[in-house]
Each structure stands twice: as C-alpha cells, then as structure tokens.
C-alpha cells in the first residue's frame, strides 16, 4: 500500500488527453482506474447572492453585520460534484476501490465514461496514487508548426542567436519596439508572453537556454522573484545565473561549496517547501562560506519550480519562437488556431491602426475591463505583431475558410468561421457542410442551411464577407 503522496504528473496535446485517460483502462484494467473526484462548494459571492435574494423574498432587513454571518455561514457549502480535468486515481490490483472510496458519476451524470471517487484527492491522496495526465496547448502547437512545414521539432536548435535575441529585443522580429508596443520579441510564446515575465526578461536580458530556465524557474516559484532575486540582481549583488532559479539550484550549489550531500538536500527540501532554515541548517551553510545573501534568500522562498520541469517548457517555448522568429506566417497560423479564442475580426482585417485603437480602448479601462476583454487584448498584440512584420488578415470567406483553422494564403490568414463572436465550432462545422451541397443564393439560404443566426449574419456583411449576396431567394421585379 502507498504510504506517502504520490502522483505522477505528464502533459499531452489537448486534442490527445481524452485517448490518453482511456489509455490507462488498458493498462491497469478499467476496474482499477478512476476520475479523481472534486466537490464544488458555494463560494462568497453566490452566498452572498442567496442572503440577499433570500431577505429580498421574504421581504426582510438584515444589518450589513448579520448578512456577513449568514454569508459565512453559507460559503463552502458543497453545491455538486465533478471530476479533476487529468487526474486520474489507479488501485493496487490486488485491492478494491472501495478500500479507499466510495465511487459516483460526477453530478450524477449516468452517461459519463468515467466514475470518479466519492471523495476528492486531498482526502486521500496520502494512501494511494494519482497520476496527472493533463491537457497542454504548446503539443498542439508544434506538431501543428510541423504539419505545416515538413520540420521536426527536435532539429530545432536551441541556442539560434536570432531566437535569443527576441527575449530582450523585439529586432530579430523585423520591428521595433514602439510598433508592437513591448520591449521583447515574447508576445505569444509559452511561459515568456505574460507582462509579468516580460517585466523578468527586461529586467535581466538573458542570452542563454540556461538563463531561460532560471526565469522559468523564478517565475514559476513563490517568493522567489518578487522582493527576493528582484532585488538582488538591481542592486549588483548578484547576477542572473547566481540567484537561487529553481529547487535543484540549491542542492547542487551546497554540495560545490562543501556540505555533505544528504544535508544539502535535506536543505533544499525545507527551502522549496517553504520551511526555511533551521539554525542548524544555515550554521552549516556559513561554516562552508555560503554568502549572507544566498542565505537570507532561502529563508523568503515560499515554493520552488522543479529544474526539469522548468527545462522541458523552455524547450517547447524556444522551438516555438523558432518558428516565430523564422516561419511567421506559420507561427501565427497556429497560435491564432490553437490559442486564441476572442477575436475581433472587424479591427483585425483593417490592419495595425484599428487594431491599435483598439488595444488603447481595452487598455483604457483598466481593472474595469472584462476577462473576456483581457483575453482579446492578448490576441489584438499579436494581431498587432503580425500586421507590422507585414502581414495581415482576409475576411471569412464562406467558400474557403475552415471551421476552426486559420488557413495560410501567401503572406495572409483566412480566419474560421468559429472566429466570428459568437459562432461556435458546431455551427460553424454546419456552415461547412452546408457549402458542399452548392453556392448560397441569399442571407436567408445561408441562415437556414448553415444554422447561422440573424446576428451573425449581421455580422459576416459587416466583414465583407457577403458581398451583395440578396437578403432572400424570392426575385424583385420592381
């Protein structure tokens, strides 16, 4: 029986992760696999909601003091029933479920392929194993970049001076840095796009892979970087490659400086876990000439990124900005298919100066602005990208476009139907279908032979995309 946590965890494409879960059925047998369940509780704002709709019924004022006593009495209460999105719980063959859980449909859902366990995994994850198989973008990401150039992935090399540059200049991209509105050439690369990691590279211009895995490893971490390496490589003491980057840096550094390796990992341990040091701990670390910095420094560290983890998203991250950097029509096929999924085509096909106007629209509300809103800002900077390097949209075309794939035509992209706001993916693979039983007549063909709704309709003759197709099929003699 496991005694202690344990669970393995591995990413695959997206598109993939469902035949990777079934997988597991055939190798341990499917009455040994289950869902790690998860319990849904009531969170502060929906309790919030039931005492005020609550007074409102029954026509009752509560003080501010006794709404927040029933909110809190509220909060945490379970709502339903799910399942974890990849974790998936394997039983000892020689033991039952039922020894560790009871085991249900998620929300009672009879017609799922999975039952999951009655229990979530923080309840029983110290006596039995999970092993994490989830879902991952940057896999669809590549073997679409290959699909589309014939290029194997790992020939890719990692250290192309034109790729390194990108993280501390946008040059190697053919703009500048007033054009794209960012001082680094990352939009749109995995683990190096966010503004906060944007915010790393400027500050520390990294040059090498191994530099790059330390700013993964810093800005995956708690404590790390913020108020902690930040502060040490600003004020000289210390540069890059020095600073504590992820959990093995620490072992590794004291077994060189000459502690007993059994002690250097038992320190890294309690560092990466948050621990700190015991004063045992940081007596051996000065005995052994360890700086005062290195010290105070471990004893901030909240949580630490693992060093492989860290160097198996650089690879991913630096393959990708190959592509960026020297395929770009199809580097952006493919973040634009895979990644996005808010779009505004109408200031996209206009080219950089609506989509500019745009972006400071957004940009102008601040925290006022929607998620929804945050994530088209995402996609309107690398919209905003593409077009200075050169390239630029087409309008949907409802002979050409795919239902879901960016097409390449010479230096230009033809969206998908399910890029238009508000078109799902199933209509928009109605819309696909529909064209194969010949031409539409009218808007009003369109919309009944495609599913397509008045508003989208309203929508494709905004783009252009309907040309003066009629209104309907009836001929006017006047």
């Given at each position: 029986m496991?005694?202690?946590?344990?669970?393995l965890?591995?990413?695959?494409?997206?598109?993939y992760q469902?035949?990777?879960?079934?997988y597991t059925?055939?190798?341990f047998?499917?009455d040994y696999?289950?869902?790690?369940g998860?319990?849904?509780?009531?969170a502060e704002?929906?309790?919030?909601?039931y005492?005020k709709g609550?007074a409102s019924d029954?026509?009752?004022?509560y003080?501010?003091?006794?709404?927040?006593?029933?909110?809190q009495?509220?909060?945490g209460?379970?709502?339903?029933?799910g399942?974890?999105?990849?974790?998936i719980i394997?039983?000892?063959?020689?033991?039952d479920?039922?020894?560790f859980?009871?085991v249900?449909?998620?929300a009672?859902?009879?017609d799922?392929?999975?039952k999951?366990?009655h229990f979530?995994f923080h309840?029983?994850h110290?006596?039995?194993?999970?092993?994490?198989?989830?879902?991952?973008?940057?896999?669809?990401?590549?073997?679409m970049l290959q699909?589309?150039s014939g290029?194997?992935?790992?020939t890719?090399p990692?250290?192309?001076?034109?790729v390194m540059r990108?993280?501390s200049?946008?040059?190697?991209?053919g703009?500048?840095e007033?054009q794209?509105?960012?001082?680094?050439?990352?939009?749109?690369?995995?683990?190096?796009?966010?503004?906060?990691?944007r915010?790393?590279?400027?500050?520390?211009?990294?040059?090498?892979f191994?530099?790059?895995?330390?700013i993964?490893g810093?800005?995956?971490?708690?404590?790390?970087w913020l108020g902690?390496?930040q502060t040490l490589?600003?004020?000289?003491?210390?540069v890059?490659?020095e600073?504590?980057?992820?959990?093995?840096?620490?072992m590794?550094?004291?077994?060189?400086?000459?502690?007993?390796p059994?002690?250097?990992f038992?320190?890294?341990?309690?560092?990466?876990?948050?621990?700190g040091?015991t004063?045992?701990f940081?007596?051996?670390m000065?005995?052994?000439?360890?700086?005062a910095w290195?010290i105070?420094s471990?004893?901030k560290i909240?949580?630490?990124?693992?060093?492989?983890?860290?160097?198996?998203y650089?690879l991913?991250a630096v393959?990708?900005?190959w592509f960026k950097?020297?395929f770009?029509?199809?580097?952006?096929?493919?973040?634009?298919t895979?990644?996005?999924a808010d779009?505004?085509l109408l200031a996209?096909?206009?080219?950089?100066?609506?989509?500019?106007?745009k972006?400071?629209?957004?940009?102008?509300?601040?925290?006022e602005a929607?998620?929804k809103e945050k994530?088209?800002?995402?996609v309107?900077?690398l919209?905003?990208?593409?077009?200075?390097?050169g390239?630029?949209?087409?309008?949907?075309?409802l002979?050409?476009?795919?239902a879901?794939?960016?097409i390449i035509e010479?230096n230009?992209?033809?969206?998908?139907f399910?890029?238009?706001?508000?078109l799902?993916?199933n209509?928009?693979?109605?819309?696909v279908?529909a064209?194969k039983?010949?031409?539409f007549l009218?808007k009003?063909?369109?919309?009944?032979r495609?599913r397509?709704s008045?508003?989208?309709i309203?929508y494709l003759?905004?783009l252009?995309?309907?040309?003066?197709?009629?209104?309907?099929?009836?001929?006017?003699?006047?």
């Amino acid at each position: 029986m496991i005694t202690s946590k344990a669970y393995l965890s591995s990413y695959f494409s997206g598109e993939y992760q469902p035949e990777a879960h079934n997988y597991t059925k055939v190798l341990f047998g499917e009455d040994y696999v289950f869902r790690a369940g998860t319990i849904g509780t009531v969170a502060e704002k929906t309790a919030y909601g039931y005492v005020k709709g609550y007074a409102s019924d029954h026509n009752l004022q509560y003080r501010a003091a006794e709404v927040d006593r029933l909110v809190q009495g509220c909060t945490g209460v379970k709502r339903t029933t799910g399942q974890h999105p990849g974790g998936i719980i394997v039983v000892p063959d020689y033991m039952d479920i039922y020894d560790f859980s009871p085991v249900q449909f998620p929300a009672d859902a009879q017609d799922s392929e999975w039952k999951t366990t009655h229990f979530d995994f923080h309840s029983i994850h110290d006596n039995i194993l999970k092993l994490d198989i989830l879902g991952h973008d940057d896999p669809t990401v590549i073997r679409m970049l290959q699909d589309l150039s014939g290029i194997d992935p790992k020939t890719i090399p990692t250290d192309d001076p034109e790729v390194m540059r990108i993280f501390s200049s946008p040059e190697s991209l053919g703009v500048t840095e007033e054009q794209i509105n960012c001082k680094t050439g990352t939009l749109g690369i995995p683990e190096f796009g966010t503004r906060f990691v944007r915010q790393m590279l400027e500050s520390t211009k990294p040059s090498t892979f191994s530099e790059l895995v330390q700013i993964s490893g810093l800005s995956h971490g708690t404590d790390v970087w913020l108020g902690n390496a930040q502060t040490l490589i600003e004020e000289g003491t210390c540069v890059l490659s020095e600073v504590i980057g992820c959990r093995d840096d620490i072992m590794v550094y004291l077994i060189y400086q000459g502690l007993e390796p059994s002690l250097a990992f038992n320190i890294m341990e309690f560092v990466r876990k948050g621990r700190g040091l015991t004063p045992e701990f940081e007596e051996e670390m000065k005995k052994n000439k360890v700086p005062a910095w290195y010290i105070e420094s471990c004893k901030k560290i909240k949580y630490m990124f693992p060093k492989a983890h860290a160097a198996a998203y650089v690879l991913m991250a630096v393959r990708i900005a190959w592509f960026k950097v020297h395929f770009p029509i199809l580097y952006y096929a493919a973040y634009f298919t895979v990644r996005a999924a808010d779009f505004d085509l109408l200031a996209m096909v206009q080219g950089p100066q609506m989509i500019r106007a745009k972006i400071d629209e957004i940009e102008s509300k601040g925290l006022e602005a929607s998620t929804k809103e945050k994530n088209l800002l995402t996609v309107l900077e690398l919209a905003l990208e593409m077009c200075e390097r050169g390239m630029r949209f087409q309008t949907v075309d409802l002979y050409r476009s795919e239902a879901s794939e960016f097409i390449i035509e010479g230096n230009t992209l033809i969206p998908p139907f399910d890029a238009i706001p508000g078109l799902g993916t199933n209509v928009a693979k109605m819309i696909v279908e529909a064209r194969k039983d010949g031409e539409f007549l009218s808007k009003e063909d369109l919309q009944q032979r495609g599913r397509v709704s008045k508003t989208i309709i309203e929508y494709l003759d905004q783009l252009g995309s309907l040309g003066d197709m009629p209104d309907s099929n009836q001929l006017s003699l006047f």
